[in-house]
């Protein structure tokens, strides 16, 4: 089992920039990626950033050359830097941690509330 915890989330105006993070804990060997999604009022929930353990990165388009994914391995913990906030943004940021085992098991954490005002 992977516990995540999310931290880091809140009101920031437009233009802002905040970062959140997660902290993984438990079976964390078992991670070959995590990332984040974001899921806005009325809306599906959607991917944001996913990084692997071998340190390849991935971007949503409507998020590119804003937000940052980054990991530090020595306290388990991903960061997503987002920066040049907009209204759009905001939404309930979940972290997410996949283990490519037999079955692929996905892992969620409760999510953090970011909050972008115009």
């Known amino acids: 089992q992977v516990q995540l915890v999310e931290s880091g989330g809140g009101l920031v105006q437009a233009g802002g920039s905040l970062r959140v993070s997660c902290a993984a804990s438990?079976?964390?060997?078992?991670?070959?990626?995590m990332g984040w999604y974001r899921q806005a009022p009325g809306k599906q929930r959607e991917l944001v950033a996913t990084i692997t353990s071998g340190g390849s990165i991935s971007i949503a388009n409507a998020v590119r050359g804003r937000f940052i994914i980054s990991r530090d391995n020595a306290k388990n913990t991903v960061y997503l830097q987002m920066n040049s906030l907009k209204p759009e943004d905001t939404a309930v940021y979940y972290c997410n941690a996949v283990a490519y085992s037999v079955p692929r098991r996905d892992y969620w954490g409760k999510g953090t509330l970011v909050t972008v005002s115009s």
């Open positions: 438990g079976s964390i060997f078992s991670i070959n990626v």
